[in-house]
């Protein structure tokens, strides 16, 4: 096929900005193949591509590299670790169940620990070296609050030397599928793109964006996304601290402005970070308020979250709550309950070859603010990434042998005891819940 210079821009202008979802039409396999051959991609072969660099995002391209894969992950910013490191939420969320069990391991744990090769971090109470007593280690939960930048090293580290290949500056722009298959993923990184083409696929973008622009359907966040600020602050002899009671002072001065925000909708997206950032000169004009009432110096606005704060964006529809346990984790608001990751939640209905990971997958409304946060996204990305490295060549993830999939996650350090998913004795149901509105 002759393509001149200006149908062959037209054509990949066209690509990139009118394609159709899911990539499906006859004319962009066309531009595709035209604009292969005319080398304005670069095209990469892989057996497992990821996109979203986020904690479940390390997690299914750790998983799969590791497990003999050649991987490469997709970052649209330039550092790993997402709405937790750019975002200032720095809270690994529980391992354990509150009452001195642990019941999340493998990847989740080596990332929660991966901050005190870098920094002074330590998990809480005992769990530091997880040898005291079921009372010493029912006091604290197993989380760690981390310092962003150690963190965001660590993960990068972690990923070059399992052999990852990331891409950063880097976006999904559209996808070419053949039948119930993504054959290959265009992204643009930067004023380049990409065509990538693999053999599974993984959507740990947060907003499940894989899979809309494969046309599946997704429900939006719609509740759940009060204004947040977790920011940082300076005081006169610079001493750096955190700050995360915005989102109280801002239902406490403007309750019109606290309200929950659609993280499907562009314009609600852009009104939650400008209410997000008032929240923060509010607070912090009230600290200081209160400061120089006690005759203290003021403090300085430091760093604010460079990363969309909103908690639910999209997930893939459905409740997906079937298939076999691939993962465990606690509920990181309350103690005592634990639940089971099912390989389901991962599944993209009408796209064979892409898993979710992350709050993207499928649940239960209810479960939401569960999954979303770390120690879930990194037991759904491990499972996915594991499966990735298992799918046959062309197969189809709904097909996956269940028990070498168990096998291999349990190889791998992960804990699938039934007795696990057991609530402990103590517990009786209900619990006190972890403060609202910390977010």
Known sequence: MKV???????????????????????????ASSAIRSHGFFARRKYDHVVVGGGFAGVAAALASARAGAKTCLLERTNVLGGLSTQGHIIVFMPLCDGYGRQVTFGIPEELLR???????????????????????????????????GPMMLGLERALVDAGVDIFYDCSAENVVREGTRIAELIARCGAQRLLLAANAFTDATGSAALAQLCGEATVGGRTGNIPCGWYYVVDGERHIHLRCGAGKTLRKLDPAAARDYAGDDPDERSRHAIASRRAILLDIEEENKRRAALGQEPLHVFSIPTYPTLLKLARVAGEGASGPVVGIFSDWRRKGPVYPLRFGQLLVPGVSNLLAAGRCIACADEMWDVVRCLPACCVSGQAAGTAAALLPRGGSFASLDEETLRKRLVASGVRLDAELLKPDPEWKGGGEMREEGIF
């Open 4 to 30: 001149d210079r200006r149908s062959f821009f037209a054509g990949a202008a066209a690509l990139g900005a009118t394609a159709p979802l899911g990539g499906l039409a006859d004319e962009a396999q066309g």
């Open 114 to 148: 991966l901050p005190m090769k870098y920094s002074a971090a330590k998990p809480n109470g005992a769990w530091v070296d997880k040898k005291g007593t079921k009372k010493e280690l029912s006091d604290k939960r197993y989380e760690l609050v981390f310092d962003p």
